[in-house]
């Protein structure tokens, strides 16, 4: 769980997304980003960058040509969301770490505990996987759907 008031940057957010929708609505035919696009709400050029660094880290293979597209590396249940994250922030302990104060070091700041954030976010970040997030959106789907189906038969 995220603490009040940090954030993960767009290009995080949109890569998460992104590789969700594979998770959640690919099976084996590739994807084309314009779909992808267009389900998440993201700017295809964006989307487009980020699936380029995603395919790098070995996250998303494409294929080209008509039926073109992305499809995942590897089953989602072994795509954390870690790797998503340093796919395009880097290693967390450098995405993560506090940039040094302007005047030099200060004795007075806890600059030893970036290190420690960023190790106990990694591990949460890797229990995630690509298939446990697309399987706890289909279980509060089915629980939101039901709901709405209650309220309205009422």
């Known amino acids: 769980m995220l603490m009040s008031g940090m954030r993960l940057s767009l290009q995080v957010q949109y890569a998460i997304c992104g590789v969700f929708d594979l998770a959640y609505n690919g099976r084996e035919d590739p994807v084309q980003i314009r779909v992808i696009s267009e389900r998440q709400a993201i700017p295809a050029r964006y989307l487009e960058q980020i699936f380029q660094r995603l395919r790098r880290a070995l996250i998303v293979t494409s294929k080209r040509g008509p039926g073109g597209g992305y499809t995942l590396a590897r089953p989602p249940s072994r795509i954390s969301l870690r790797e998503i994250v340093e796919a395009v922030e880097g290693p967390l302990p450098k995405a993560i770490a506090m940039a040094p104060p302007e005047g030099g070091i200060s004795p007075l700041r806890p600059d030893f505990l970036w290190g420690h954030l ?17 399987s706890r959106h289909s279980s509060s789907s089915v629980v939101s759907s039901s709901t709405s189906a209650k309220r309205s038969a009422r």
Do not use: I, Q
């Not at 960023?118 to 697309?134: G, I, M, N, P, Y």
């Open 118 to 134: 960023a190790e106990r976010f990694a591990e949460v970040l890797e229990e995630t996987t690509s298939r446990r997030a697309a």
